[in-house]
């Protein structure tokens, strides 16, 4: 959940050396250095690509723009059936280049050491930044035209579907090993709303991509829909805080490997307290296979790095010692 980023000095002493966040996106030399970083520092058993959920909008032409402090925001949002219309499919081999040439330079870094994620955004939460033309915790422009305009609104999702597949497929041709999907604002949706807007459209990208690397799948604030996102067919679910690992594991662990899922507000704590939950969420699971131990959603600009480091080395020490004593 965002390896590299604000929380790291060497991650911001790259940013002001590539000058604005979008520049050390689309600089596949910044994109790969930055991506190694947290590798560099920490023993981490994957890397993430340094990238936004929003490069596909941006593609498409709508002016993206990443305001320190304040979030994106597009110049060309979406707010009539003209501008829908005027969209189109992003190429991933020319308008989004610069991420599968950094995948490769990544890839060739790595040496096969630890396997590589792709990631895009899901189209519902995609199509929220697109409407709302800003992170709008609201949700007001993009709910009206969602239940006042449903067919309309599914025009958008199934463009915004198809450039998700296409993008993440040229992620993995690039070689991206895994890939996952930002689902970021499914839970703010009604369960009618969720399954006909958002878990229709994480399934249709799946099931063409499950069969040719494993697929997790992440809604944030979706521990009521857990059955139904195992369901789609991906190869792992993603678990945010709000979830009981334990009780997940018993629900859909026998059919998919779980991802998740500590509160990142835990890095703020006394180290010990960190080491606590750590053990505390590896010892709900317990030994079985199928758990990748992460955060329930992405860390935050203000935790020190040193506590991630605790973080990491509480999770490898407790998941070796319960491995251990399982196989006596």
Not at 195 to 217: A, G, H, M, N
Request: net charge negative; charged share 20%; proline share 6%.
């Amino acid at each position: 959940m965002r390896q590299a980023g604000r929380y790291l000095p060497e991650y911001r002493a790259t940013r002001k050396r590539a000058g604005d966040f979008l520049t050390l996106c689309k600089t596949p030399e910044l994109a790969c250095e930055v991506t190694l970083q947290p590798l560099a520092r920490y023993p981490l058993d994957a890397a993430i690509v340094f990238s936004d959920i929003l490069t596909i909008p941006d593609a498409m032409g709508l002016g993206l723009s990443l305001v320190e402090g304040v979030g994106p925001r597009f110049a060309n949002p979406i707010r009539t059936s003209a501008d829908i219309f005027r969209l189109g499919i992003p190429d991933p081999d020319i308008d989004l280049s610069y991420v599968g040439n950094a995948i490769r330079l990544i890839k060739r870094e790595l040496n096969n050491k630890v396997p590589l994620i792709g990631f895009c955004g899901s189209p519902w939460t995609v199509a929220t930044y697109m409407i709302e033309g800003k992170s709008n915790h609201d949700f007001t422009l993009v709910k009206r035209m969602l239940y006042d305009q449903p067919k309309l609104f599914h025009q958008l999702l199934e463009l915004l579907a198809e450039s998700s597949l296409r993008y993440l497929l040229a992620q993995i041709e690039a070689g991206a090993d895994t890939v996952m999907i930002f689902d970021t604002w499914g839970g703010v949706l009604s369960t009618p709303a969720y399954l006909e807007f958002s878990l229709r459209y994480l399934k249709q990208i799946v099931t063409d991509i499950d069969d040719v690397v494993p697929t997790i799948v992440f809604t944030k604030g979706g521990g009521q829909w857990l059955e139904s996102i195992a369901n789609t067919g991906c190869s792992a679910v993603g678990l945010d805080w709000t979830v009981d690992v334990a009780k997940a594991k018993n629900q859909i662990g026998d059919r998919v490997a779980l991802q998740g899922n500590m509160d990142p507000a835990v890095l703020r704590s006394h180290p010990m307290t960190i080491v606590n939950e750590a053990n505390a969420i590896v010892e709900a699971f317990g030994a079985h296979p199928g758990h990748v131990f992460n955060l329930g959603h992405g860390i935050t600009p203000d935790i020190d790095p040193d506590n991630v480091a605790v973080l990491i080395d509480a999770v490898h020490s407790r998941s070796a010692t319960i491995l251990c004593n399982s196989s006596i």
